[in-house]
């Protein structure tokens, strides 16, 4: 695990409420309809059906419930948080470091180019609404490669809420990314796909308390059967999804 210099370590991030013009600016940032590519990823979910069986509403559950609390919570939601800091108070320094970590700990290739690739439609997609906004497009610009993570932490910090409401949008977009490729590839039943999204969001406040506790010794990427799942999707035979 790479550790960062106790320098490149910024305050905690106090703000605790979020108005409604903010709330709003969540919502659009975790909806599906952002064109940013990330319906066209299962993450892993794809392999899983296929190798490990997923084939019951909540054996997906399950699935999905356990990545959220022992994959994200402890690394993409945790970077999300500290990013968040680092976006607000300028330090492009820890921005590049965390990026760079994000990036050199995706363990495959699918799932390194899918963060890529969504960081760098974000971001393109923030320099359109900030057309004009030399210090916003300069932001945008920091990260030679973004990850998705600090792109989307960078999307946040630009709104006034909360760190823990800003981790509750990034959640919840996933999750419901997620039900709707279970939806698709098992295949389930809207209803079944909507059960399973309660389940998940019931976990989201616990996933996001973690996320807000990591600190960069206990921020970690380590999920060798994801890995490994995600390296044999790049030669399943048949697969709707890129990830």
């Given at each position: 695990?790479?550790?960062?210099?106790?320098?490149?370590?910024?305050?905690?991030?106090?703000?605790?409420?979020t108005?409604?013009?903010?709330?709003?600016?969540l919502?659009?940032?975790?909806?599906p309809?952002?064109?940013?590519g990330?319906f066209?990823?299962?993450?892993?979910?794809?392999?899983a059906?296929?190798?490990i069986?997923?084939?019951?509403?909540?054996?997906?559950?399950?699935?999905?419930?356990?990545?959220l609390?022992?994959?994200q919570?402890?690394?993409?939601?945790?970077?999300?948080?500290?990013?968040?800091?680092?976006?607000?108070?300028?330090?492009h320094?820890?921005?590049?470091?965390?990026?760079t970590?994000?990036?050199?700990?995706?363990e495959?290739?699918?799932?390194?180019?899918?963060?890529?690739?969504m960081?760098?439609?974000?971001m393109?997609?923030?320099?359109?609404?900030?057309?004009?906004?030399?210090?916003?497009i300069?932001?945008?610009r920091?990260?030679a490669s973004?990850c998705?993570p600090?792109?989307?932490?960078?999307?946040?910090?630009?709104?006034?809420?909360?760190?823990?409401?800003?981790l509750?949008?990034?959640a919840?977009?996933w999750?419901?990314?997620?039900?709707?490729?279970?939806?698709?590839?098992?295949?389930?039943?809207?209803?079944?796909?909507?059960?399973?999204?309660a389940e998940?969001?019931q976990?989201?406040?616990?996933?996001v308390t973690?996320?807000?506790?990591t600190?960069?010794?206990s921020?970690?990427?380590?999920?060798?059967?994801?890995?490994i799942?995600?390296?044999?999707?790049?030669?399943?035979?048949?697969?709707?999804?890129?990830?």
């Open positions: 695990m790479n550790v960062l210099p106790a320098a490149l370590v910024a305050p905690v991030d106090n703000r605790t409420s108005e409604p013009a903010d709330l709003l600016q919502m659009w940032l975790a909806s309809a952002l064109p940013i990330g066209s990823y299962s993450e892993v979910l794809e392999s059906i296929e190798r069986g997923l084939r019951e509403a909540a054996d997906v559950s399950e699935w999905l419930r356990d990545q609390l022992l994959v919570a402890r690394c993409d939601m945790a970077l999300v948080a500290q990013a968040i800091v680092a976006w607000r108070a300028r330090d320094a820890r921005v590049i470091a965390l990026n970590w994000a990036l050199q700990t995706r495959s290739s699918e799932l390194r180019l899918q963060t890529e690739q960081g760098r439609s974000l393109g997609w923030l320099r359109h609404q900030h057309n004009g906004d030399d210090e916003r300069a932001a945008s920091v990260c973004p998705y600090v792109a989307f932490a960078l999307a946040v910090s630009l709104t006034g809420a909360s760190a823990a409401s800003c509750h949008s990034f919840f977009g999750a419901e990314n997620m039900v709707q490729a279970a939806v698709k590839a098992v295949p389930l039943g809207q209803s079944a796909g909507q059960r399973i999204l998940l969001v976990a989201i406040p616990q996933a973690e996320a807000l506790a600190d960069d010794n921020r970690q990427a380590f999920a060798p059967m994801l890995a799942l995600s390296a044999q999707h790049e030669t399943q035979y048949s697969r709707l999804f890129r990830s």
